[in-house]
């Protein structure tokens, strides 16, 4: 009897030892269940970051593209300019010669009064050309100008987008830091 006693005592203990872990067992399902579902909201979200990740890429691609189109322009601006410069000094050197030669001109009227009329003519031809070239000169001043704004213009054009990329960058690295923090978590 003592015996069945102690045996009935042992199967009551290991009986309520069963009962003990089964409910840690349903405890642990009922856990492993609620992380697998905050796996899956994670991975969700992981993957919307990616998607994210990946169309800022995208954007980011577009933008150094957009950049080296306007790095090209602003190329082709400088070669421009350099080029209007150099037909700026053509045009101030072709005033100087223009103007050396209504001075001879001048001095031939005086020393010369037999041939006045026709160095008169002469001095006219070479006072229009002289007007000429002041207008295209003066032509030449405004669109040399207004290349200048523009380029200023394509600066600043090129600073936002720089903004921008580093803007993006920093998004980006952020959201690399959540992702890490999540998974530390995880």
Request: proline share 0%; net charge negative; glycine share 2%.
């Amino acid at each position: 009897e003592k015996e069945n006693q102690e045996l009935l005592e042992k199967f009551r203990m290991l009986h309520m030892q069963a009962e003990d872990w089964e409910m840690k067992a349903h405890q642990a399902e009922g856990e492993s269940s609620s992380i697998r579902l905050e796996l899956l909201s994670v991975d969700t979200d992981r993957r919307h970051l990616r998607e994210r990740v990946e169309l800022l890429e995208k954007e980011i691609q577009e933008h150094i593209v957009a950049h080296q189109a306007y790095e090209s322009q602003i190329s082709s601006i400088t070669k421009n300019m350099s080029k209007l410069e150099e037909d700026i000094k053509r045009e101030n050197q072709d005033k100087s010669s223009v103007l050396a030669d209504l001075a001879s001109v001048r001095e031939l009227c005086v020393k010369l009064e037999s041939n006045k009329e026709l160095l008169s003519r002469q001095l006219t031809s070479k006072s229009m050309d002289y007007e000429r070239v002041l207008g295209e000169l003066e032509d030449i001043k405004s669109e040399a100008e207004l290349l200048k704004k523009q380029l200023s213009s394509e600066r600043l054009t090129v600073q936002n987008l720089e903004t921008l990329l580093a803007t993006s960058r920093d998004k980006e690295f952020q959201n690399h830091l959540t992702s890490h923090e999540k998974d530390s978590e995880i």
